[in-house]
């Protein structure tokens, strides 16, 4: 937390926590497809469910995923952009949760070459956020910082490989959480960054050996 | 390092030599690996954003719930016609304070300051000012890093957020950051700032957060004002010499203390107080029912 947490954010209202970390929902998810949403099916959980109407957290998911940011004026319009821009959604409720954080929306997006992205993501305080699974697989991470996510074979060695990549690239690694499905199986690395990760390195990541897929998050409105 | 204490805050001033609003604009600098001038640049967007939103109250607009709108026009056509009782000030802040919690219901811009739900209370106080008696861009600059640093403190002590400590924490801390700022407004030295903020947050200890159906609106938008009030009176009290009997980083210990022991009813469910009135379930019905 920083002194611009306490003055601020610029934001639209009525709630840092229902409104703004929903557009905050939304734009972490469009940016980890990393392509327009073609389509997204949306469904909310315990007080986003509940109050989530009347604090607009509907309009600011769609907004989010329209690529809008929290002080956006056209967060209440989002649902007419959307349809203009040929976007599809729905709304339902996340009854496969149980016992989540009482702001949890689930997303399940289908980007605009068919690709496909599937996320549960928590409001968690102020317009915090925190990305609570990615594609089935547990992430925790807010977004606040460029982050990597390695989908890869579960073996000994991996996990040096990719940090000594990052530190040739002069890229300190703030956090780290590393999970797997089962021993030998399929590992995930979420690796929270104190500097953007370059397209090269990714590049190189996504091609070594044990590597099944890199996705990335980046603070940079195009990359 | 962030601060924890308004003491350290005030101890540090004293050794450098620098006022109060600096220590916090030295503390952004290092936590953000920021130049002044980046910071200082921040601050005073953030001034003008809530200039701005100031300046686009529309009291046509009405909430999605139809709780909120129109009320802030209505108490700036009555100050502007008798503001006998309150006197031009407050009569005009208190105007600004629901105005500006009624934009944020209305899902229009504002600053969150620090939160939401309490974003009127510190412009309120500070343009107010700034429209009856003057105040350059550059004071107010720093009246907001003073209030920034209270809230801060109150952040790492206690909690800013009426889920962990009820509206206290919310209204609360925004009346305690407005006190501060105003104090330094009008030359209040650190210590002053300090008791300020304390008498504000004393008198604010023990505030439920029981919004009706869940919303910002009702108590949120009125408590804005109560709020701002309070601020005011707090500043006025200091300057006239009084002292909170409790150290001001104490006060905020005691408003942690009294956030745990409220119950989970009182924290932002909209289980218990006003919000399970009668007339509260019957909002909260119909809402559902829309």
Known sequence: MNIFDIIGPVMVGPSSSHTAGAVRIGHTARKLLREPVRDAEILLYGSFLVSGK???????????????????RNIPDSFRIARERGMSFRFGEATELVDAHPNTAV???????????ELVAESVGGSRINIRTLNGFPADFSGESPTLIVYNQDRP???????????????????MHLHRSNRGGTGVMVIECDQEVPKSTRTKLSLAEGIKKVTYYSLKDQD | MSFTRLSDILRQAEVTELPFWHMVLLDDMEARDVTEEE???????????MKEADRNYDADLRSFSGLSGGDGEKLEKAAAKDSRIMGPFLASVMARAVKMAE????????????TAGSCGVIPAVLLTYEEQFGATEEK?????????GIGEVIAARASISGAEGGCQAEIGSASAMAAGALSHLLGGSGEMIAHAAALALKNMLGLTCDPVAGLVEVPCVKRNVSGAVNAVAAEEMVRAGLRSRIPPDEVIDAMRRTGRLLPDGLRETAMDGLAATPTGQKIKKQLLQE
């Open chain 1, 54 to 72: 009347g604090h607009g957290t509907d309009c600011a998911i769609v907004a989010g995923l329209l690529g809008m940011k929290e002080d956006d």
């Open chain 2, 39 to 49: 910071s200082v640049r921040t601050m005073r967007s953030m001034l003008r954003s």
């Open chain 2, 103 to 114: 934009s944020n219901a209305c899902m229009q811009r504002i600053v969150a300051a620090p």
């Open chain 1, 107 to 117: 997303l399940k997006l289908t980007g605009e070459s068919g690709k496909k992205l």
């Open chain 2, 140 to 148: 107010l600059v720093e009246a907001l890093y003073v209030a920034a």
């Open chain 1, 157 to 175: 060695g991996l996990v040096s490989e990719v940090a000594s990549m990052l530190s040739r690239e002069d890229v300190n690694i703030a956090t």
